[in-house]
């Protein structure tokens, strides 16, 4: 098994039966005096079964299991405008880089959702990469990395963006934006887009939840983030590394020490989120308190869309005045509320016959 590649044939390797790039059921391992019935293979009904929807969003690709679901662009909505900020970066488009990195954390998949878009936590539960970097930034040890400046966050302009379907946008803007692997394009960007919109690709970190299970960052180098729940209290996880097509040979060695210095389960910052998120999911199953509070900044929420979206072109249902409010989680919690909610009805109402 492999997750990439080019086969013009797809054998399953437990009985040997072989599949052709459009899922036709094209050879069956010893088929003589096997004792079919007339009615085996017949129509394609041995086919592989095709996704019952497949779309492509600017060379993103989406999958779904069941047919009954907005189409793409529909669901994306407003959040596709954040999309766009990174497929802008460059008119080559991006690529995943080669390799990936699988693990799994104790924990419901709901807090990985909710973590990729928390600005408040970083500097208590990534206090070591901060301290680490800040040495790098003042002389104490080298600095070959330049990794980006996560000790300053509460100290800058930040918020958030919570979008209709359930997807959320952390934005914090960053004190050393000219460590970033895009910078070199900076004045390309500026003249082909403007200063503000050249200045959010670039200046702004971006974490951008598409609900339900995937993540684009555009932060500490740029990642897909994908998460899958193996049950109700476990999850794997899944991250690639993202780059323009273009950039420069120091830039790309630049993003992927970036990368490397934060994500993975060998870098600085990932093994200290999963193990709060396993401490979360033992603190889940008391049972004393009903609810767990996420009120931080709801004076200053502000419903539809703050300066900040409006010079993006873009209303979204909630925006944050700050990077530590949690207004955007109670928007994502409802509308995950409101669809199992509404697949309940749905189910009473197909065992009733309705």
């Known amino acids: ?39 085996f293979n017949c129509n394609g009904s041995h086919d592989l079964k095709k996704l019952p929807r497949f779309e492509n969003y600017r060379g993103f690709l989406f999958a779904s299991l069941s047919d009954n679901v907005k189409p793409l662009k529909e669901h994306l909505g407003e959040a596709a405008r954040i999309l766009d900020l990174l497929c802008d970066q460059s ?39 901060v301290a680490t970097t800040n040495r790098r930034k003042t002389g104490q040890s080298s600095d070959d990395v330049k990794a980006m400046d996560a000790g300053s966050w509460n100290k800058m302009p930040g918020g958030f963006f919570a979008f209709e379907q359930g997807h959320i946008c ?35 970190l971006r974490n951008l939840c598409l609900y339900p299970n995937v993540f684009i ?33 120091e830039a790309r060695a630049h993003r992927i020490r970036q990368y490397e210095d934060f994500f993975n389960a060998s870098g600085m910052a990932t093994p200290d989120d999963l193990e ?9 199953n008391g049972d004393l308190l ?26 979204p249902v909630m925006s944050g005045a700050r990077a530590e409010d949690e207004g955007l989680y109670p928007v994502q919690h409802r509308y995950w509320a409101d669809v199992m909610s509404r697949a309940i009805e749905e189910e009473k109402k197909n065992s009733a016959g309705e």
């Open 217 to 249: 960052m555009d932060q500490f180098s740029s990642q897909i983030r994908v998460f899958r729940p193996i049950s109700v209290n476990k999850t794997e996880v899944t991250i690639y590394c993202l780059a323009p097509k273009g950039e420069s040979a």
């Open 290 to 315: 009903n609810w767990n509070d996420m009120c931080r900044g709801a004076v200053h929420w502000i419903k539809g869309a703050d300066e900040n979206a409006k010079v993006l072109d873009m209303n």
């Open 1 to 39: 098994r492999t997750r990439r590649g080019n086969k013009a044939v797809f054998a399953c390797p437990f009985h040997g039966w072989a599949f052709n790039t459009s899922g036709k059921l094209i050879k069956v391992k010893d088929p003589d005096g096997a004792g079919y019935p007339d009615s």
């Open 91 to 129: 008119p080559e488009g991006f690529e995943v880089l080669r390799g990936s990195s699988t693990y799994t954390f104790d924990g419901n998949w709901k807090v990985q959702a909710e973590n990729g878009a928390d600005g408040y936590h970083v500097t208590a539960t990534h206090w070591n990469y």
């Open 276 to 284: 709060e998120f396993r401490a979360c999911q033992e603190g889940f």
């Open 170 to 204: 952390l934005w914090i803007k960053w004190p050393n934006g000219q460590d970033r692997p895009i910078a070199e394009r900076k004045a390309e960007l500026v003249e082909k887009f403007g200063e503000a919109r050249a200045g959010w690709m670039i200046d702004h």
